[in-house]
């Protein structure tokens, strides 16, 4: 869940810096709990129990997508509404709809996790512009987002905040229906995304300073406030929640940055990072094939064979990710027109 052009320019930062090493570890932690997520939401679907992995979704969830939508705002693209559109929202949309189109192509052959193709595809793709299909909710969410920003970029920081933050404290606290799960997603996570945008500088500076032993303490506290939220009920669980998000978040920052210095496991997840676009738009099919020729490893606990699935999946669509340039599939994902050079990453 990369942003279109990351995988293909210098750096998603402005200027072409290099990038952080620890950002893109937090976001390919952040992918490979996605990943193994979906992948027990498939294996469900199939009537496999994953009763644990369901739990540490639901307690995870207070700040997995929040912390990736942070990473990415933090790199939120800048400038005057012209250069905006060719460099961030057209790459956005040319992805977003590509990849609509495909999965409505791939239905018949991969069903799990993609909803229906009850309509014709015109009609699916149109809709999908107001109610995103499935997984690909995180483009349209980024392309919404990146519009929200530059348009809010003259009003005053807290105001911004406060207005995008409570209809999230809605959501938290269940106090609000919206048409779809992405509707959802993406009221919960804009205050996130925007808060990265304005606080990059502090951001950065508190990470580089950071210890483990203040990390660890977060990260009890995140859990403590994420299994109080699980079970309260109205503005209570909306409170809880919101703390929940704002610590663990935090905790995923400053946690990440050793992460990113750990031998082996720290190149491993900035290399999912810096690839989160194309490993995260291939793992449906990806998960689906595994499971169709592993016979879903019906001998093990539903919540283990989800996480075993999960790592070749990951691994094969950071394969491919690294191959389809030069099998001339990088249109899959970024426009022909934007030019493909190597990121590197920097541990800092």
């Avoid at 912390?67 to 460099?87: D, M």
């Avoid at 660890?216 to 109205?234: D, M, N, Q, R």
Wanted: aromatic residues 10%.
């Amino acid at each position: 869940m990369s942003e279109a052009r990351s995988a293909r320019t210098p750096s998603p930062e402005a200027g072409g810096k290099a990038r952080l090493a620890w950002v893109d570890a937090a976001k390919g932690s952040c992918i490979l709990l996605v990943l193994a997520f979906h992948a027990g939401v498939m294996l469900e679907g199939r009537g496999r129990s994953v009763d644990g992995l369901y739990t540490l979704q639901e307690t995870l969830g207070y700040a997995l997508m929040p912390l990736f939508f942070f990473c990415s705002g933090l790199w939120a693209a800048r400038g005057p509404w012209p250069a905006l559109i060719g460099k961030r929202l057209a790459p956005l949309l040319y992805v977003f709809l590509l990849w609509t189109t495909l999965r409505w192509i791939l239905h018949p052959w991969v069903s799990d996790l993609l909803g229906s193709r009850s309509e014709p595809l015109w009609t699916h793709v149109l809709q999908a512009l107001i109610f995103p299909p499935g997984e690909l909710w995180f483009l349209w969410a980024l392309a919404v987002f990146t519009m929200l920003l530059k348009a809010a970029e003259r009003l005053p920081t807290g105001l911004v905040t406060a207005v995008a933050a409570i209809p999230a404290f809605l959501v938290l606290s269940r106090a609000i229906t919206l048409p779809s799960l992405a509707h959802y997603h993406a009221v919960e996570n804009f205050v996130v995304f925007y808060l990265a945008a304005q606080l990059r500088p502090r951001v950065l500076a508190h990470v580089a300073g950071a210890r483990l032993g203040g990390t660890f303490a977060l990260g009890a506290g995140f859990f403590i406030l994420a299994g109080l939220a699980l079970v309260s009920t109205g503005f209570v669980k909306g409170a809880l929640g919101s703390a929940a998000t704002a610590v663990g978040v935090l905790a995923g920052l400053r946690l990440a940055r050793p992460l990113a210095g750990a031998p082996l496991l720290g190149p491993v997840l900035a290399l999912l990072g810096r690839l989160s676009l194309p490993v995260y738009l291939t793992h449906v099919i990806l998960l689906a094939l595994l499971m169709n020729l592993t016979g879903e490893l019906s001998g093990l606990a539903g919540t283990l064979a989800a996480i075993l699935l999960t790592v070749p999946a990951a691994a094969g669509g950071v394969l491919f990710g690294l191959l389809a340039p030069h099998l001339g599939l990088g249109v899959l994902f970024a426009p022909p027109f934007i030019t493909l050079t190597p990121a590197p990453a920097v541990a800092r």
